[in-house]
Antibody
Framework: EVQLLESGGDLVQPGGSLRLSCAASGFTFSSFALSWVRQAPGKGLEWVSSIGSGGSTYYADSVKGRFTISRDNSKNTLYLQMNSLRAEDTAVYYC??????????????WGQGKLVTVSS | IVMTQSPATLSVSPGERATLSCRASQGVSSNLGWYQQKPGQAPRLLIYGASSRATGIPARFSGSGSGTEFTLTISSLQSEDFAVYYCQQYSNWPLTFGLGTKVEIK
């Protein structure tokens, strides 16, 4: 059974930094692209960033230059380093695994989500 | 690519058919997925490739369309189907979601 478990969410001041982690199990971690998707309170889903199995990275314009996605295949863990945080970054952050169907960049497994609150 | 979903809210009685629409601001071929999200839960993948059901998804959920116009149909609504539904395109980066359609009990 695929499991994704986020950790690291918290309350942080504007301009501060935070690192989210996502511990994965139940699948061959190194073979799959992984992503972060966020959801502001009461709002819809917003894609944040993705990292391919080979390490290619992609970012939403809203976080480019501030957030960094990375993965440690030896630890089966996905990370999101968030710097220069803003109030508008307040959201539940989900890690998500890409479906094992070639050329289909949708997410068939999701973590339970971690709340990040940016406020003074 | 901007994804526009309609209607924002759909009121349906149990057992009735629900038809949800998703329009892309430019063509995305069949690179379109649908998700269901219930309060306090993570999204669940229903459809990928515009019309392929994900693993374990009941046959009452079906997707259609290509290019810019897509439809998710729930043939006979069950109590557990009342939720918010999102479409997502993956033709181009950045990946984008629609704002969602809430399916509520009539």
């Amino acid at each position: 059974e695929v499991q994704l478990l986020e950790s690291g969410g918290d309350l942080v001041q504007p301009g501060g930094s935070l690192r989210l982690s996502c511990a994965a199990s139940g699948f061959t971690f190194s073979s799959f692209a992984l992503s972060w998707v966020r959801q502001a309170p009461g709002k819809g889903l917003e894609w944040v960033s993705s990292i391919g199995s080979g390490g290619s990275t992609y970012y939403a314009d809203s976080v480019k230059g501030r957030f960094t996605i990375s993965r440690d295949n030896s630890k089966n863990t996905l990370y999101l380093q968030m710097n220069s945080l803003r109030a508008e970054d307040t959201a539940v952050y989900y890690c998500a695994k890409r479906i094992p169907v070639i050329a289909n960049n949708v997410f068939d497994s999701w973590g339970q989500g971690k709340l990040v609150t940016v406020s003074s | 690519i901007v994804m526009t979903q309609s209607p924002a809210t759909l009121s349906v009685s149990p057992g009735e058919r629900a038809t949800l629409s998703c329009r892309a601001s430019q063509g995305v071929s069949s690179n379109l997925g649908w998700y269901q999200q219930k309060p306090g839960q993570a999204p669940r993948l229903l459809i990928y490739g515009a019309s392929s059901r994900a693993t374990g998804i009941p046959a009452r959920f079906s997707g259609s369309g290509s290019g810019t116009e897509f439809t998710l149909t729930i043939s006979s609504l069950q109590s557990e189907d009342f939720a918010v539904y999102y479409c997502q395109q993956y033709s181009n980066w950045p990946l984008t979601f629609g704002l969602g359609t809430k399916v509520e009990i009539k």
